[in-house]
């Protein structure tokens, strides 16, 4: 069975740092494009983040590019997101999502870790 | 990038009755290379992570009830609920995956009247 576990959520003041994780588990993480999904108080779905299955592929939102820095373990079967220079604005439901390995739409979801970026 | 616009807002709906949401992209969604339409439907039940219902365009994903079907071209498309059940309420989102950025309809929440 495929597992997405998210961590690493939490408050945290505006301009400081977080990083999530989230781990893979049932399938084999190496073969999989991961992204990043974020979901802001009461409000609809964002994409934040992709990583092609060999790292060497990485795609952003405007709105992160520069902050952010999604990454993956293949030995530790982890995704991550560094988030840099926080604001007010990142605070966010966000979730792990495997792409499927050949259509690409998200057919995996974590629970989601909350992050809320406050003083 | 490409905008992704969902209508209604809000949809009350009656058992068994049939049931419909609008999706309308900036641009087209098909590709033209490929001859796929990148766009994808994505139901978020209350307190649950969003689940996928049809990809590209018109697939059922797996273990999705026949009851729900996805159609449309170019840029306006269509999540039909052929008969509505209790268990189908939540917020649906259209998706497109044509381009980066990735980007989401606004929602339609589904609500039983």
């Known amino acids: 069975e495929v597992q997405l576990v998210e961590s690493g959520g939490g408050l945290v003041q505006p301009g400081g740092s977080l990083r999530l994780s989230c781990a893979a588990s049932?399938?084999?993480?190496?073969?999989?494009?991961m992204s990043w999904v974020r979901q802001a108080p009461g409000k609809g779905l964002e994409w934040v983040a992709n990583?092609?299955?060999?790292?060497?592929?990485?795609y952003y939102v405007d709105s992160v590019k520069g902050r952010f820095t999604i990454s993956g373990d293949t030995s530790k079967n982890s995704l991550y997101l560094q988030m840099n220079s926080l604001r007010a604005e990142d605070t966010a439901v966000y979730y792990c999502?495997?792409?499927?390995?050949?259509?690409?739409?998200?057919?995996?979801w974590g629970q989601g870790t909350l992050v809320t970026v406050s003083s | 990038d490409i905008v992704m616009t969902q209508t209604p807002l809000s949809l009350p709906v009656t058992p068994g009755e049939p049931a419909s949401i609008s999706c309308r992209s900036s641009?087209?969604?098909?590709?033209?290379?490929?001859?796929?339409?990148?766009l994808d439907w994505y139901l978020q039940k209350p307190g649950q992570s969003p689940q996928v219902l049809i990809y590209?365009?018109?697939y059922r994903a797996s273990g999705v009830p026949e009851r729900f079907s996805g159609s449309g071209s170019g840029t306006d498309f269509t999540l039909k609920i052929s008969r509505v059940e209790a268990e189908d309420v939540g917020v649906y989102y259209c998706?497109?995956?044509?381009?980066?950025?990735?980007?989401f309809g606004g929602g339609t929440k589904v609500e039983i009247k």
């Open positions: 049932g399938f084999t993480f190496r073969s999989y494009w």
């Open positions: 590209s365009l018109s």
């Open positions: 999502a495997r792409a499927h390995d050949s259509v690409d739409y998200f057919d995996s």
């Open positions: 998706m497109q995956r044509l381009k980066f950025p990735l980007t």
């Open positions: 990583i092609k299955q060999d790292g060497n592929e990485k």
């Open positions: 641009q087209s969604l098909l590709d033209s290379d490929d001859g796929n339409t990148y």
